[in-house]
């Protein structure tokens, strides 16, 4: 069954991240590695998918899967950490294939590594699921620090951009393109028919739910 994910905008970044992991240890019966949470007040922001302690499930490379984690999921590096029952801050040693964490909205949103490497992420990076068929709609969840200088100042304030990139999967293959009409009519092969449903449909490619949504319609004629 074709399956959608929706996505609400992302927020949240980290400035010099300087995340220290000791030795690995094993919690239950996977391998965790101690993490070292750094506060930053030079910066605007959080380097946080979700500030706070949200459930979620985590999927392994092995196969096992774990429910009702305390999660938290760190833009910057990609790090993902659990809270463990005595409260401290953990960091999975084990490669994790997909994790699942509540947003905003209540509702699950998806998060899996295993794609090709590509624009310097590596397999094991994570993209956000926003639609899940034979044509797979990914969302690169990257934040970047910029700098910019007021008129005159001599201080430099660092904030957080979100930095989005959009992909669509595609016999394996991961093709990167622009969050308009022309750019996802291009990267989807024999597309003809997807401007007049857009149109139709009165849908903005520029909001996530509304892409998903002409990824599933193409699914459903190619």
């Known amino acids: 069954m074709l399956k959608l994910f929706y996505s609400s905008i992302i927020f949240c970044f980290l400035f010099a991240t300087n995340i220290n992991f000791a030795s690995a240890q094993y919690t239950e019966d996977f391998r965790a590695k101690t993490v070292l949470e750094k506060t930053y007040t030079d910066v605007k ?16 490379a092995s196969g096992s899967s774990y429910k009702d984690m305390s999660l938290k999921y760190d833009q910057v590096t990609g790090e993902l950490i659990f ?4 409260g401290k801050s953990l960091g999975f040693a084990d490669p994790i294939a ?20 590509t624009d310097n ?3 094991k990076y994570f993209y956000e699921v926003l639609y ?13 620090i910029v700098e910019h200088r007021a008129y005159n100042s001599s201080t430099a304030v660092k904030s ?7 992909y669509v999967v595609v ?11 022309k750019a996802l009519l291009a990267a989807l092969p024999n597309s003809d028919k997807l401007e007049s ?13 509304d892409l998903a949504k002409v990824v599933l319609y193409y699914d459903s004629i190619k």
């Open 121 to 123: 992420n590596s397999d």
């Open 132 to 144: 899940d068929g034979g044509t797979i709609l990914l969302k690169d969840p990257k934040k970047n």
């Open 83 to 86: 809270q463990d029952k005595s």
């Open 197 to 209: 449903y857009i149109q139709d449909n009165k849908l903005n490619v520029k909001d996530d739910t």
């Open 98 to 117: 997909e994790f699942k964490i509540i947003g905003n909205n209540n509702a699950f949103r998806i998060f899996r590594s295993g794609f090709k490497a």
């Open 160 to 166: 957080i951009v979100e930095t989005p990139a959009y």
């Open 45 to 60: 922001g959080s380097p946080y998918l979700l500030d706070n302690w949200s459930l979620g499930i985590v999927k392994m």
């Open 171 to 181: 016999n394996g293959q991961l093709i990167k393109f622009k969050k308009d009409k």
